[in-house]
């Protein structure tokens, strides 16, 4: 049996043998984070900071970034964010799950709009990433929450704010995934935003609560560019499962599920079962923020209400199909308003004759016939 000198002397090199697993640790995680930001600098990312301070031992190994600045190309949207601090930490136990915090210090975030760009000011009591990844480097979890978010403009001085944001990723790691296995699960939640005067919504300035339950089917190469990635994925047939979503926006409630896949020109076009309350009065605030005209809201009133039967609690509810198609969403045969186009995909108009999507077709009962 060891006697109590022996038990100092292993107990000794334990420890030594521990701090050099951390600094071990410490100086891969430095050199990660180094791969990282050159990675993205090459996909159009440029991302600076000051010296990288480790601290956190024994049980964490944290990276403290001063000076942290992100500036996008104008092909990545060419938006710019910068902040006084950012916490990057890891477990030595689980070293491959990173979390990164980012409610330590202010946000300034600018973004291009015509010829003068928005510039916003963000602070949150929480906001918090953790990414977990695999030894290919491929993002196997991401989990995001944020609460107590407050977003002032700095030109008109309008504040959005927002109560709390919970965000979860998984990647199924598939051997060989075929176009209907699953390979991406996502799920949000988002509680009580308050949008700013100057924001411009269509609707109440408050959005009480979206909830998104959704899986994408086909494999998404993550070894590629983003336009190369999603058109490969729709080359596959690949598509988007929407189990659920939920919008409380007043005076609109919404529920629907359906599918959503891209266009020829990477755009979104789907079909959505949905069930909506509140639609007259969202026609309405349409109509007043000048996203419909004036004899489209009423067009749309009419048809819609023809549509529409009370429920048990004697509100009208219309069950209806969406459909998003050509950067427009329909609801039934109301076409509801123009969709912005994202920021991915060929330039418009450069696809042609092949860009031109057929048109769908609902029938009496309320079912969609599209050309695939």
């Given at each position: 049996m060891p006697s109590a000198v022996g038990w100092l002397v292993l107990a000794a090199l334990l420890a030594l043998g521990y701090i050099g697993y951390w600094a071990f640790v410490g100086m891969?995680?430095?050199?990660?984070?180094?791969a990282t930001i050159a990675a993205q600098s090459a996909q159009g990312l440029t991302i600076t900071h000051g010296p990288a301070k480790l601290e956190g031992f024994p049980l964490r190994i944290k990276a403290i970034l001063s000076e942290v600045s992100a500036?996008?190309?104008?092909?990545?949207g060419g938006w710019t964010w910068r902040t006084d601090q950012v916490v990057l930490s890891v477990s030595p136990m689980q070293p491959r799950v990173t979390r990164i915090e980012l409610d330590s210090a202010p946000h300034r975030i600018?973004?291009?709009?015509?010829?003068?760009?928005r510039t916003l000011f963000a602070r949150a009591d929480e906001a918090a990433i953790d990414v977990a990844v695999r030894?290919?480097?491929?993002?196997?979890?991401?989990?995001?929450?944020?609460?107590?978010?407050?977003v002032e403009s700095a030109s008109a001085g309008g504040v959005s704010t927002l109560e709390r944001l919970a965000f979860d990723y998984a990647h199924s790691p598939l051997w060989d995934p075929g176009p209907r296995d699953v390979t991406e699960e996502v799920s949000l939640t988002l509680r009580n935003l308050s949008l700013a005067?100057?924001?411009?919504?269509?609707?109440?300035?408050?959005?009480e609560e979206v909830r998104v339950e959704a899986v994408a089917l086909g494999p998404i190469p993550h070894d590629r560019s983003l336009d190369q990635a999603l058109a490969a994925w729709r080359k596959q047939d690949g598509r988007v499962r929407l189990d659920q979503l939920s919008v409380v926006w007043p005076p609109l409630r919404l529920q629907a599920a359906g599918w959503l896949g891209l266009d020829v020109a990477l755009q979104p076009e789907g079909a959505l079962n949905?069930?909506?309350?509140?639609?007259?009065?969202?026609?309405?605030?349409?109509?007043?923020?000048?996203?419909?005209?004036?004899?489209?809201?009423?067009?749309?009133?009419?048809?819609l209400g023809g549509m529409a039967r009370p429920g048990p609690d004697g509100i009208p509810r219309l069950e209806v199909p969406?459909?998003?198609r050509a950067q427009a969403l329909w609801a039934g045969p109301v076409k509801v308003m123009a969709l912005p186009r994202m920021p991915w995909g060929p330039p418009p108009g450069s696809l042609g004759a092949e860009g031109v999507r057929p048109g769908f077709e609902i029938d009496r009962e309320g079912k969609i016939r599209t050309e695939q």
């Open positions: 891969t995680f430095r050199q990660a984070i180094a500036v996008a190309d104008p092909a990545r600018t973004l291009p709009g015509g010829p003068v760009s030894g290919s480097g491929v993002v196997q979890e991401l989990t995001a929450d944020v609460s107590n978010l407050r005067p100057d924001a411009g919504v269509p609707l109440g300035s408050v959005i949905a069930r909506i309350e509140g639609f007259t009065a969202a026609i309405d605030s349409l109509h007043d923020q000048r996203v419909l005209r004036g004899r489209d809201a009423t067009m749309a009133k009419v048809l969406l459909v998003v």
